[in-house]
């Protein structure tokens, strides 16, 4: 098996696979939206990177700070919209009501410019590109549930999420078939950066970096052109570039689920282990797979230090291949493991090997206590938690991945600072969350809201 590290003993304390490089790594999220990182919080880097790597993810850890940005092209706001359409169309917040998400739509042709130039914005890393990107990404999900042909621009705009820009590109891809930002934005720098940041570890800044120095393809950062350097972590990334880039159906993340499950259970009865993300929001295909560990305590035991074990047990079956960063403290409640799992070969009918992908996997240790914080966090999808975050700071309150607080306090002079932390009223179940917040009850596969 190939690896960055030896196997875990239960006995080791262990800690991410990074390096100087690593750190420069990440997208580079808008300041006023992000709280400073807890250098003694063991997941405070996961919530922070982990799901910046995932496809039209734009949450930030403990993000329940709300910038202007947020607001920006009727997002989550009361605001009302008089257009030539109807009446006035109160906004309200996007969570609080059920998306029935259609397969197909009349306006396939408008999503798939938008994801274009969508894309492409997520590429660059200044805050303006970032914003942009977000506000396409809120305004695909609404654009394909609508229910007919969108006709003229006062219908786009009267679209959620659809501001007056937005709208205007819209008319401009019904009228002409095409997009002529899309052939703007498509630079040299960007298409190089697409292809850098597809390596594990390998952030915008990163991939800027590398181009500036020369590098354009995949084999110039092999051969290590211009001078470039790899993480132990980037080197597994290149090597299964391909693999990691390719979506996983959801037969086989459920497949590999099931593997699991009952290694985790045989270390320990009482575990409760779930998927999340898209696989639990119903996709059909999957960027990685991510799976929560807790247990109840009413025995006075917790799942602490299970993660060393069950990674053993895993590499011993040969599911997990690759390690990618490692926990802190192995010990601990709250810990996270990233590596590279795969099905087992298995053989065709003339004898001949098929080599299963490799597939990225999360395993994410969390307290009993903060389980339907987590799971809500981390089902997602990333529109769907803004809001419910942005809702809760309107009421007063303030949510993040392990609850629900009143009575924060913030610095007036920098909202990223909490000068009181407050006190968590809810934290164990999703449903209660929901309910305080007075948000409809909504099963993970009617919180879609992007794309």
Known sequence: MASVSRPVSPHDNVSPLKSSTDQA????????????RDSNDPLAEFYELAKAERDNDVSEYDDDVVGDKDISEDGETDDEYHGEAGPPIKRGFTCDSKVNRSEGSKN???IEKLQELMELHKSKPSKDDFWRGFSYSKAIGPIRNHPRRIRSYAEARSIRGVGDKTAEKIMEIIQTGGLRRIAFENTGDVEA?????????????????????????????????GGVKLSPAMEIGLRFYDDINSRMPRGEAEKIFKLIKPIALSLDPKLFIEIMGSF??????????????????????????IVPHLLHAL???????????????????EAIYRGLCKLPDTVDEEGKLVRRLRRRIDILSIPWQNR??????????????????????????????????????????DRRIKTNAGNIIASETEEEIFKILGVPWQE????????
């Not at 790594?25 to 400073?36: G, K, L, R």
């Not at 390596?199 to 051969?223: E, F, H, K, N, P």
């Not at 590499?315 to 403290?329: F, Q, V, Y």
């Not at 700071?393 to 009575?407: E, H, I, P, T, V």
């Open 193 to 225: 950066a697409k292809i850098f940041t597809g390596i594990y570890g390998v952030g915008q800044t990163i991939a800027y970096r590398w181009y500036a120095s020369g590098c354009r393809t995949l084999d110039d950062v092999r051969t290590g052109k």
């Open 372 to 413: 339907g914080a987590a799971l809500l966090y981390y089902t997602g999808d990333d529109i769907f938690n803004r809001a419910m975050r942005f809702k809760a700071n309107k009421m007063g309150y303030s949510l993040n991945q392990r609850g629900l607080f009143q009575g924060v306090v913030r610095d007036p002079h």
């Open 444 to 451: 993970p596969h009617e919180r879609v809201r992007s794309q």
């Open 108 to 110: 396939q042709d408008i």
């Open 315 to 333: 590499r011993e079956a040969g599911i997990i291949t690759e390690d990618l960063a490692l926990p802190d403290d192995s010990h601990a409640t």
């Open 25 to 36: 790594t990440s997208t580079s999220f808008p300041a006023q939206v992000s709280e400073p």
């Open 280 to 305: 639990r929001r119903g996709k059909k295909d999957c960027g990685d797979i991510d799976i929560m560990i807790t247990r109840p305590t009413d025995d006075n035991k917790t799942h602490a230090g």
